[in-house]
């Protein structure tokens, strides 16, 4: 089992910076790959980011890449994303991802945080 707790969301003005947290408990953090992922009212849940046990290979959304981060601090058992350049669009819950088939992201995950609203106001 795969305990997630996101924070860091809140509300933002169009051009602003957030990084979100997300902390994981439950197993060797170091062992598996973490995603973000975000669903805007109406909309489906859509990925957002992902990262790789080591941190050595990240995947973003074309949506995304360029303006958000992310990042494992494996000591802290942490993964983040920074968000730069904040659009109204980027409005959404934010959910972080455990994907614990592999050390790699497969893009199935099998553990879920339970979310962090981020607004973003223009």
């Known amino acids: 089992q795969v305990q997630l707790v996101e924070s860091g969301g809140g509300l933002v003005q169009a051009g602003g910076s957030l990084r979100l947290s997300c902390a994981a408990s439950?197993?060797?953090?170091?062992?598996?790959?973490m995603g973000w992922f975000r669903q805007a009212p109406g909309k489906e849940r859509e990925f957002v980011a992902a990262?790789?046990?080591?941190?050595?290979?990240?995947y973003y959304a074309d949506s995304v890449k360029g303006r958000f981060t992310i990042s494992r601090d494996n000591a802290k058992n942490t993964v983040y994303l920074q968000m730069n350049s904040l659009k109204p669009e980027d409005t959404a819950v934010y959910y972080c991802?455990?994907?614990?088939?592999?050390?790699?992201?497969?893009?199935?995950?099998?553990?879920w945080g339970q979310g962090t609203q981020v607004t973003v106001s223009s």
């Open positions: 991802a455990a994907d614990v088939t592999s050390g790699l992201w497969v893009g199935v995950p099998n553990y």
């Open positions: 990262i790789s046990w080591g941190g050595g290979t990240t």
């Open positions: 439950g197993r060797t953090f170091s062992s598996y790959a």
